[in-house]
């Protein structure tokens, strides 16, 4: 997914917030059919993302630039 910020946005994202969320299914049942998700280099250090598969900054961003993140789910 991309993501756009640019500074021209008067919304600020605090830490605690997320920027956005995905979301992946597993059709098997119990703990096999749970899903975890993880954000791939080169960006697993500037953004984190929760078992619900929320996303959130996890340091300070560059606001006017764009990041193409791959997250995989397994």
Not at 43 to 56: A, D, K
Request: charged share 15%; net charge negative; aromatic share 10%.
């Amino acid at each position: 997914c991309d993501i756009i910020l640019l500074s021209i946005q008067s919304i600020i994202v605090e830490f605690h917030q997320p920027l956005f969320q995905v979301s992946a299914r597993d059709l098997d049942q119990g703990e096999n059919g749970l899903v975890s998700y993880s954000i791939l280099p080169p960006y697993e250090h500037i953004f984190r993302i929760n078992e619900q598969g929320q996303v959130y900054y996890s340091v300070g961003v560059n606001h006017s630039s764009t990041y193409h993140l791959r997250i995989m789910a397994m």
